[in-house]
């Protein structure tokens, strides 16, 4: 069974930085893209970036990119998410999710329960 | 970066009711690469259409999809109380991978 587990919620401090993690298992953890995606109310969900375990290679979103870092661990089947610098408007659910496909048919097709981070003075 | 805009924003209807929710493209886009997603409140969303017209494993077949080129549509044949939640679409895009995501359209019990 694919499944991906993440992390527990957290509160932090503006400019204090976080990490949190998302393990995979079921699955050839190194041949599938992984892929962050950012959740708030009024901005609904936001692709933040994806790596492939097996090479580390990584693309951001331009509007995500310099302000997070993605990582992995291959020896551990898990994919990372950095902030920094926190700000209030960082307060969201982070997910991460597979890309997955079939027959050259690629979507999202599991996600991980998601990350709470709360960002408050 | 192709934008997705669904439409209706809500949709209030009724159990047993027919569905229809809508993605349009900014511009023409793979339907190899066009999905929709399902969230409940407190729940991660859950893949049910890939492809554009391809059920996800385990997903009821009251649920299917269609559409080419900018507009895309996922039909909920008749609706069931479990239905009531948020959908939405999501494009994938090569060279380099990347997502997009459309708005969301919240279905709501009438």
């Known amino acids: 069974e694919v499944q991906l587990v993440q992390s527990g919620g957290e509160v932090k401090k503006p400019g204090e930085s976080l990490k949190i993690s998302c393990k995979g298992s079921g699955y050839s953890f190194n041949g599938y893209w992984s892929a962050w995606v950012r959740q708030t109310p009024g901005k609904g969900l936001e692709w933040m970036g994806i790596i492939f375990p097996e090479d580390s290679r990584i693309t951001y979103h331009p509007s995500f990119q310099g302000q997070v870092t993605i990582s992995v661990d291959k020896s551990i089947t898990t994919t990372y998410l950095q902030l920094t610098s926190l700000k209030a408007s960082d307060t969201a659910i982070y997910y991460c999710?597979?890309?997955?496909?079939?027959?050259?048919?690629?979507?999202?097709?599991?996600w991980g329960q998601g990350t709470l981070v709360t960002v408050s003075s | 970066e192709i934008v997705l805009t669904q439409y209706p924003g809500t949709l209030s209807l009724s159990p047993g009711e027919r569905a229809t929710l809508s993605c349009r493209a900014s511009q023409s886009i793979n339907g190899n690469y066009l999905a929709w997603h399902q969230q409940k409140p407190g729940q991660p969303p859950r893949l049910l259409i890939f492809?554009?017209?391809n059920r996800a494993t385990g997903i009821p077949d009251r649920f299917s999809g269609s559409g080419s080129g900018t507009d895309f549509i996922l039909t909920i044949s008749r609706l069931e109380p479990e239905d009531f939640a948020v959908y939405y679409c999501q494009q994938f895009y090569n060279s380099p991978p990347g997502f997009s995501f459309g708005q969301g359209t919240k279905l709501e019990i009438k």
């Open positions: 999710a597979r890309l997955g496909a079939v027959g050259g048919k690629e979507a999202l097709d599991y």
């Open positions: 492809g554009a017209s």
